[in-house]
């Protein structure tokens, strides 16, 4: 090739690439002016937020939920109140199926409860169902954001559905109490709640829970919260039953689970057996291979990352994204299987707006009442225990509990629970009473009533849409009772652990909920350690045997003796009240310049 030839080429090589790298600069200022597009219209809308947020806090409405008192606005009070309804959606689809196991008030055809036509009924009032529980939590939420203002939730309690099914109506009406009157005792129960509550009795009462059992209620519910986010019916399906050891390791897919029943005569004689969700993955195995559970841990993940980096939507993203790639079918991770049910799942999923009557299950009493003593009786101790242990817990988890125990507006608030069982009777639904799941509302940064509102807002649009809500797959929602659940043991810094009656009774407290699936079983095996533990230290002490180190000494002299037992290499782990942070801070201090002085002593770490 001359030289001529060789000079044009590379002369022409040149001005492409000049003529690309000219392309290259336009298109880099055209996404830098686009950028910074985008960013003056984000902070325009930010600022138009942040006007409307300031607006509503001046208003007679922001005034009255006290918004600038607590510390909140109204854009964090609508995404904690959409966090809320989005982790107790589910309530939506399990408490119409747990309350049609009932039967409902279905007569079976010459007594054969497995007919086609009793199939049929329990169906319809399953649906039924559907409706009356979004109006029951809708009322419910609406009486506690007005009365109590409180970012809390109200819904028919999880335990008590199945109490009212499986041990008072019974499985398909085959218990000792009849439907109505089962429903007239729930009734009656609301009515003797809301006189406790007005007469203030029944805060009174909640009074007397000792510094222990209050400081771990909170923890405790947090542990209840990720042991339900780690099953199969409300969350990720990782821990699952097994017959030797009572749970296990699960997440197997649905070929490879094998159910569990209650092997009781009738199943072992007549071939009845009642089965429920619960299964193992002992027998087919395929233990951590189910699609679902890790999409689920995916969601969990997100959720951890966002609230890492203060992002406060993290929950609700996590929540949506979830139940978004679970909504496609032929997919490993659908919540619409080609299987009748899942077909039956995505027929009413494609129905979008429906509105279900309530005909069958709406004011159905009786003036029997025959038999419903023990179950009244029941109703109303495991409500007293639960709504006490939910609120006192999510109430000191705010901050909002003083040194007495209580809480602004805590008759009120107790009134609007006891209000909404009675409402919710007349729906037919179980007792109603606060949800541990407005935690998650709590955490996104609710602080008054009106996040409650919001949530009563979402329960109302999903009257109309209850196929949508209704479709929230468990493993979307099973993350954010795992995280939430982590982020409520932070009281457990305040318990006492140097005191070992304080740290049995708050251990015991603790672990007793998630382990008996109730939080009034944890404050009862809580309130019996403390009990029977002050009985046997005052009998000793009456003669003359007192209890050593820290008896007779003040908080702060507690607190100073405990970090010198920890700089003995005792292993004691002290966890101070806020108000004594400083004096363990400057302890430490002098601990580790002793520790740096001398090599032989061990380190301990900061609290």
Known sequence: MNAPLRTIIVKGDVHI???SLILLGRIRIFFLSLMRSRISKESACDNSVNKLDARFNDSRAGKFFALEERGSKL???????????LTMAYILAVNPRILAESGGPCVPPDGDIFSPDYETCMEEVKRQYITSTAIGSMIGCLLMGLLGNLPIALAPGMGMNAYFTYSVVGWRGTGMVPYETALTAILIEGAIFLVLALTGVRFALAKLIPEPIRLATAPGIGAFLAHLGFQTAEGLGIVVSDIATAVTLGACPPDKRTPIVAYDDACAQAGVCVTSDAYTCDVLGGRMTSATTWLGIVGLLLMVTMLAYKKSSGIIAGILFVTFVSWFRNTAVTYFPDTPEGD?????FRQVVAVEPMDMILVKYSNDLQGAAVALLTFLYVDFMDTTGTLLGLVSHMGLL??????????????????ATMVGSIFGLSPVTSYIESAAGVEAGGRTGLT??????????????????????PWATGGSLILVGALMCRSLARVQWHKV??????????????????????????FFCWIVLQIIFQSLALVGIKLPHT????????????????????????AAHSKHEKLVDD????VEKTNSMDDDTPKIESA
């Open 452 to 473: 409650a509102v919001f949530a009563a807002f979402y329960f109302a649009l999903a009257v109309f849409f209850a196929p949508i809500f209704a479709s929230i797959p």
């Open 587 to 590: 302890n430490l201090e002098e």
């Open 17 to 19: 690439i000049l003529r």
């Open 75 to 85: 854009s964090t009070e609508l995404s904690a109140g959409t966090a809320t309804f």
């Open 551 to 574: 008896d007779g000494l003040a908080d702060d002299e507690v607190l100073k003796h405990s970090v010198d037992e920890t700089h003995r290499d005792v292993t004691i782990h002290d």
């Open 501 to 526: 009656d304080h740290a049995v009774t708050a251990f015991v407290t603790i672990m007793l909920m998630p382990l008996t699936y109730s939080i009034a079983y944890g404050i009862i095996g809580g």
């Open 402 to 419: 003083d040194e007495n125990g209580d809480f602004p507006r805590s008759r009120a608030s107790f009134s609007a629970d006891a209000i």
């Open 344 to 348: 039956a799942r995505f027929d009413y």
